[in-house]
């Protein structure tokens, strides 16, 4: 997928900001110049009927932000209202709510369940490619047991929990798997200071049976293999580092589990861009693990200008939105068929300082 005229418009203001940048964004452009047509996904490929298929045929080609950070002024009805029954997107604001205690520490920061979530969100709707003939965001990391416990999904069983328990808590109100993940990683992502407002979307059909088998990253991976089996997903290598910027909130427990728990960054409770330097840099911080795929990608000439650009936090949150909401559509047939619900997530966290 080309760079997005947004996106475009995003990296020329960085190179006011940051002198020196303009070659580095010159070839970046040049290297995606030969993508003519952003590629669609689901019902898009056909054409978008609807106002919600027009806004993700829009964010994905880069005519509109796949942000909103308009100030959150939803005002839901009580729970059990007609009101509520009539707006898709009021148990959503419940939800929301919950999610925002259930992710958040007392300095502000998201916790390892956040991080879980956005994970979460990761390995459910990544399980698809173009050849699959399956698979994608549709919850059954959350319904099937045992796409749960294939080795890559480790670490997510309490976070599972926690969803099932959520789908348990509002199961008469329509609440289904497959939005609830995408929705947990989004409302993640958010609470987590400086993280991006994705354009979320609510109706996607939920499926039990476990998603094809090795479609998902190895950590082991050579920075080739990578690019290709994300392009098999539709998302250039830009799309990929974008992606892979989530590790500023990660945790290893699996890698090596001698030392479990160590960040991927310094500042895991933040959704800043240090995983990008740090990344770079020759050997990581102290006390900070870094993933053989991520080297990998930040050495491979293909994909280090990408760890460089997105070393600006509005220039890497506006490519992150792009290719998430990307992701959490793959698989869906009926995009045209959805609810925009972003209204009812928190509000952006633009600033924050550690006390």
Request: hydrophobic share 40%.
């Amino acid at each position: 997928m080309k760079l997005s005229l947004y996106l475009t418009g995003v990296l020329l203001g960085t190179t006011l900001a940051y002198p020196g940048m303009g070659n580095l964004i010159r070839e970046i452009l040049k290297r995606q110049a030969d993508d003519t047509k952003v590629q669609m996904i689901g019902d898009l490929v056909e054409r978008a009927t609807s106002d919600v298929g027009t806004s993700v045929e829009s964010c994905l080609s880069g005519a509109i932000s796949c942000q909103d950070l308009t100030p959150n002024s939803y005002v839901a009805p009580d729970l059990t209202s007609a009101a509520c029954s009539a707006d898709t997107c009021c148990v959503w604001n419940y939800i929301s709510n919950d999610l925002v205690t259930l992710f958040s520490n007392s300095d502000g920061t998201c916790n390892d369940l956040a991080r879980a979530a956005v994970r979460l969100g990761f390995h459910d709707a990544g399980a698809w490619s173009t050849t699959s003939g399956g698979g994608g965001a549709d919850g059954s990391i959350v319904l099937s047991s045992d796409e749960i416990n294939r080795s890559e999904n480790n670490g997510l069983q309490a976070i599972r929990s926690q969803a099932l328990a959520i789908l348990s808590q509002y199961s008469s109100f329509n609440v289904g798997a497959a939005d609830l993940v995408q929705f947990m990683h989004n409302v993640a992502t958010i609470t987590c200071p400086l993280g991006p407002r994705v354009l979320t979307f609510i109706g996607r059909p939920d499926q039990s049976t476990a998603d094809p088998p090795g479609l998902l990253p190895n950590v082991s991976s050579p920075a080739e293999v990578l690019i290709q089996l994300f392009a098999d997903k539709t998302f250039s290598s830009t799309d990929l580092v974008a992606l892979i910027g989530a590790h500023t909130a990660a945790k290893q427990f699996f890698v090596d589990p001698a030392l479990a728990g160590e960040p991927l960054d310094s500042t895991p409770g933040v959704w800043d861009v240090e995983f990008f330097s740090e990344t770079l840099a020759a050997t990581p911080p102290a006390g900070v693990f870094r993933l053989p795929s991520d080297g990998a990608l930040a050495a491979f000439a293909e994909t280090t200008p990408d760890f460089t650009l997105f070393g600006n936090q509005g220039t890497w949150n506006e490519a992150y939105a792009i290719a998430y909401v990307r992701m959490s559509l793959l698989g869906v047939q009926s995009i045209n068929t959805l609810t925009d619900c972003t209204k009812v997530l928190p509000n952006a966290v633009t600033s924050f300082s550690r006390k």
